[in-house]
């Protein structure tokens, strides 16, 4: 019973956060476009197409984490402007159940741009595998990045201040470190801490399913995003101001 409460609590949100206003204004789905294939388009260029497929790792990892932080944006929206989150709370419907409720609201937003990139992927040589291991780079890249959306949004004192804060989080985790170019190229002293952000992780999976090769060692990629990705749901669990007091 309670499964079905869950999964219909699901569903309301996805449909009027998610479908309706994506039916309503198809302007929202142009939108994710627009700054990781603007990005992506200029490495293309400059490099005469030799960067293509760095472009195309750091262009999946920017769309990931901009739909994971946009719901940052929009709860906080949902929570100051309409009020919305004080229904929630009254209701059975717990913070995590609202969250990726939510967020799959913003993950039909960028559904196409998440199947152009992977099938671009794909015509660049990803095998089946190779893919199905991005699939899931991209989960729980997601699952990291919605939840650090979440937990802030929290805090937000207004929504200008939320879409600053999230703007600034988008750039130093898919601009500034090793996205869109490989870790490599940076100095020795700074790889480490590149490293450590998953977004530095999920773009080097990517780019090994390409076969670039892997710059970061593929289970070292894979424990940094799982240990990032736990301790943000327990963040929003247990630690996330939820009701205002």
Known sequence: MKGRQTLRSLWAIMYYLGFTPMIRNPLFVAFVFSQPFTLLFILL????????????????????TELGLFVGTDLASYKIQNRLQDMVVASPVS?????????????????????????????????????????????????????????????????????VINGFITTFLSVLPPVYYSVDA???YLRPLAEAIPTTEAAS??????????????V??????????????????????????
């Open 95 to 163: 913070p995590l159940v609202y969250m990726f409720g939510v967020a799959l609201s913003e993950l039909a937003f960028g559904a196409p741009a998440l199947v152009i990139l992977f099938g671009l992927i794909a015509e660049q040589g990803a095998t089946a595998a190779a893919l199905g291991s991005a699939f899931g780079v991209v989960m729980l890249l997601w699952v990291t990045t919605t939840s650090i959306g979440f937990f802030f949004s929290a805090y937000a004192p207004n929504t200008q201040n939320a879409f």
């Open 220 to 245: 070292w990629g894979f424990a940094v995003l799982v240990a990032a990705t736990l301790v943000m749901l327990l963040l929003v669990s247990f630690r996330m101001k939820w009701r205002e007091s």
């Open 186 to 188: 940076l100095p020795v």
């Open 205 to 218: 999976l990517f780019q090994g399913a390409m076969g670039l090769g892997h710059t970061i060692a593929p």
């Open 45 to 64: 260029v400059v490099s005469n197409g030799a960067a293509l497929p760095y472009g195309l790792a750091g262009a999946l990892t920017m769309v990931v």
